[in-house]
């Protein structure tokens, strides 16, 4: 389980709610399925209603029917509730267990080396380029909406064996969206020792390894102000009506405290903490990335199909951002 540190900060408004000839390669494990051909619907939290719902409830039992400036008689429903507050990322709430598996080697090219004489003779590669492109892409199973509108931020992840990436999310869609480096890997060429009177062949392939599992965030909304704006009517001894627009802006913990438990029961998808006048929102993705490319050479004799030798590649790396 990996925990990152970092921080995403936004100010937010919510409105109202009216394989080559010679293939000669170690097992490994198949690449699995990605998860994100599996079609997942996730569980999207409308933090506008959710927050909005509390000056409705409030202004229910409050401020609906009363006397305002001594005369003005409020409408039974408000014209106009909204929301604003400061939302992060909790930075010590971010968890996630990505498990790792080897991606079947993808060949590259491969030399065939010859020795006809009656002593080893050393022998050189070609030099190889190879362009590729490591991805990582999330899928949200469970986020949220402020203002009709999901949250994008960034996290970096850090892997086994030092490998890391950037993962981008969107916190309301169920498609993925994906973050892709490009690069061209060159090798340079490699000696061989072929021993006397046989052929060796050297295979150069690119592996890479596939990280995929699950990951947990809060995002934590603060400083939260509800705004109402209501109507009041006034009717004169001679029948004429008068009206006038009033305008309520209070601490949104506060108004919480005001209203009943079963109004509060109507909130839903968030956490309330009306002593901090804050917010918590749970967020969940599943997350696949494929990193960690290099390119490797296998040395094998040809005519016993025997593995001589296998080693990593110097990479010379060209990022094409």
């Known amino acids: 389980m990996k925990k990152i540190k970092y921080k995403v900060s936004l100010f937010l408004l919510i409105t109202t709610?009216?394989?080559g000839s010679f293939s000669l390669t170690p097992p490994v494990e198949a690449s699995a399925q990605s998860m994100f051909n599996i079609k997942e619907i996730p569980i999207i939290t409308n933090v506008s209603d959710a927050l909005n719902q509390v000056g409705y409830s409030y202004y229910q039992a409050n401020l609906a029917g009363t006397k305002q400036s001594g005369m003005y008689t409020l409408s039974r429903a408000p014209k106009n509730v909204s929301t604003n507050m400061d939302l992060?990322?909790?930075?010590?709430?971010?968890?996630?267990?990505?498990?790792?598996?080897?991606v079947a080697p993808e060949y590259v090219g491969e030399n065939v080396?010859?020795?006809?004489?009656?002593?080893?003779q050393t022998y050189s590669t070609t030099t190889y380029s190879k362009a590729i492109t490591e991805t990582t892409s999330t899928t949200t199973t469970k986020g949220f909406t402020v203002g009709g509108d999901g949250k994008k931020f960034s996290i970096p992840l850090v892997?086994?064996?030092?490998?890391?990436?950037?993962?981008?999310f969107n916190s309301s869609k169920s498609e993925a969206t994906t973050n892709s480096v490009a690069r061209t890997l060159t090798v340079?060429?490699?000696?061989v020792k072929v021993p006397a009177h046989k052929t060796y062949v050297a295979v150069v392939n690119l592996e890479r390894k596939v990280f995929r599992g699950s990951l947990s965030y809060?995002?934590?909304g603060t400083n939260l102000r509800t705004n109402i704006t209501a109507t009041g009517m006034w009717v004169s001894w001679y029948g004429n009506p008068s009206t006038r627009t009033f305008n309520f802006?209070?601490?949104?913990?506060?108004?919480?405290?005001?209203?009943?438990?079963?109004?509060?029961?109507?909130?839903?998808?968030?956490?309330?903490?009306s002593g901090s006048n804050s917010i918590k929102i749970d967020g969940q993705a599943n997350v696949e990335s494929v990193v960690g490319s290099k390119l490797t050479v296998r040395i094998y004799d040809k005519d016993t199909q025997k593995l001589m030798k296998t080693m990593e590649?110097?990479?010379?790396s060209r990022d094409k951002r």
Request: glycine content about 4%; aromatic content about 6%; overall charge negative.
């Open 218 to 220: 809060k995002a934590i």
């Open 249 to 273: 802006n209070n601490r949104t913990g506060d108004l919480w405290n005001k209203i009943s438990f079963s109004e509060q029961n109507k909130v839903r998808g968030i956490t309330m903490n």
């Open 17 to 19: 709610i009216s394989a």
């Open 113 to 120: 080396f010859h020795n006809d004489s009656p002593m080893e």
């Open 313 to 316: 590649l110097p990479v010379i």
């Open 188 to 191: 340079p060429p490699q000696q």
């Open 159 to 168: 892997f086994s064996e030092g490998l890391n990436a950037m993962a981008q």
């Open 88 to 102: 992060d990322i909790d930075s010590d709430s971010v968890h996630y267990d990505l498990r790792a598996n080897d």
